[in-house]
T-cell receptor, first 117, second 114 residues
């Protein structure tokens, strides 16, 4: 089975440019998460969706960040305009809600390494 | 708020030996999940093992096992017969359940030596 698929794997961009990160969750999963990992802050949740609806976006750092999930198989995280402090690894992850013995495990994509110069 | 604490920033183990990574957490919930994720230099987050809080039996996955002490809010990971490929950052994580968000510890970097 295909896992969570993210693109691009690596991106280097200049400050002020728009960056779009893409994610395809595991088929059948109804939760999608965007995490960011930095040396200073570790792994932090930015936003998550349930059935394509944003549930908690309290981790989105500021208005420059936006996320969408137009359908069950695709999500984007956009940064506009980008700044050097946005440099990080961005992970997309997905899971499905189920009974206690199954589901409820979050599976991660390989991450998108973003460098803003 | 839930917190996850990993008090060992770095650990080292010889190949074929056993190592235990520590994790404690704080929660007022009775129903939750605990996880260990492995992050090799490639930065991919790989699920190692998970434990449901309502289960008394400790989870095992091949060479990986946990010691889950619910009353003490402790969740340690034991790696047996360590291999060079086990070298990575290991993150302990907590979830309140029903696919809710993960809270991560700060990680333990494991080195495996010959």
């Amino acid at each position: 089975d295909a896992g969570v698929i993210q693109s691009p794997r690596h991106e280097v961009t200049e400050m002020g440019q728009e960056v779009t990160l893409r994610c395809k969750p595991i088929s059948g999963h109804d939760y999608l998460f965007w995490y960011r990992q930095t040396m200073m802050r570790g792994l932090e949740l930015l936003i998550y969706f349930n059935n394509n609806v944003p549930i908690d976006d309290s981790g989105m750092p500021e208005d420059r960040f936006s996320a969408k999930m137009p359908n069950a198989s695709f999500s984007t995280l956009k940064i506009q305009p980008s700044e050097p402090r946005d440099s990080a690894v961005y992970f997309c992850a997905s899971s499905f809600q189920a009974g206690k013995d199954v589901g409820n495990t979050i599976y991660f994509g390989e991450g998108s390494w973003l460098t803003v110069v | 708020a839930q917190t996850v604490t990993q008090s060992q920033p770095e650990m080292s183990v010889q190949e074929a030996e056993t190592v235990t990574l520590s994790c404690t957490y704080d929660t007022s919930e009775s129903d939750y999940y605990l996880f260990w994720y492995k992050q090799p230099p490639s930065r991919q987050m790989i699920l190692v093992i998970r434990q449901e809080a309502y289960k008394q039996q400790n989870a095992t996955e091949n060479r990986f096992s946990v010691n889950f002490q619910k009353a003490a809010k402790s969740f340690s990971l034991k790696i047996s017969d360590s291999q060079l490929g086990d070298a990575a950052m290991y993150f302990c994580a907590y979830s309140r359940g029903t696919a809710s968000k993960l809270t991560f510890g700060t990680g333990t970097r494991l080195q495996v030596t010959l």
